[in-house]
């Protein structure tokens, strides 16, 4: 996601020039948030936390980062060390994250649960 939206022109408009408050953005991410976090848990990938706090963490970070990435001459490296990076924190295995974060965005369909066999 964090490649489409820094190469997307609409979002980069957004990134670069909007006013739109980080919190009201979360909220419009919110529910895909939970349920993959949920997700995470169920199948032991991620550690047992606050939801509210993990998404909040993973999320603020990911947007500064894709914020800073527009300045940067090679911006998926910025944006692939910032998944990674959040995949960690909630507890997943270095190796697993790192392979995770580079794998490109569409190989997961949005109409069907990930399972471990797509990790």
Not at 3 to 26: A, M
Not at 49 to 62: H, L, N, V, Y
């Amino acid at each position: 996601m964090g490649r489409y939206v820094t190469t997307n022109p609409r979002w980069r408009w957004v990134l670069k020039n909007s006013s739109v408050p980080v919190d009201d953005l979360q909220r419009s991410f919110g529910r895909f948030g939970a349920r993959d976090y949920q997700r995470g848990r169920d199948t032991g990938d991620f550690l047992e936390m606050d939801a509210t706090i993990a998404q909040s963490f993973c999320f603020g970070g990911r947007m500064c980062v894709f914020v800073m990435s527009l300045r940067l001459k090679d911006p998926e490296r910025a944006i692939d060390q910032a998944v990674e990076l959040s995949l960690r924190a909630l507890g997943v295995p270095g190796e697993k994250a790192a392979h995770i974060s580079t794998q490109p965005f569409l190989l997961f369909s949005f109409h069907r649960t990930i399972s471990r066999q797509d990790l």
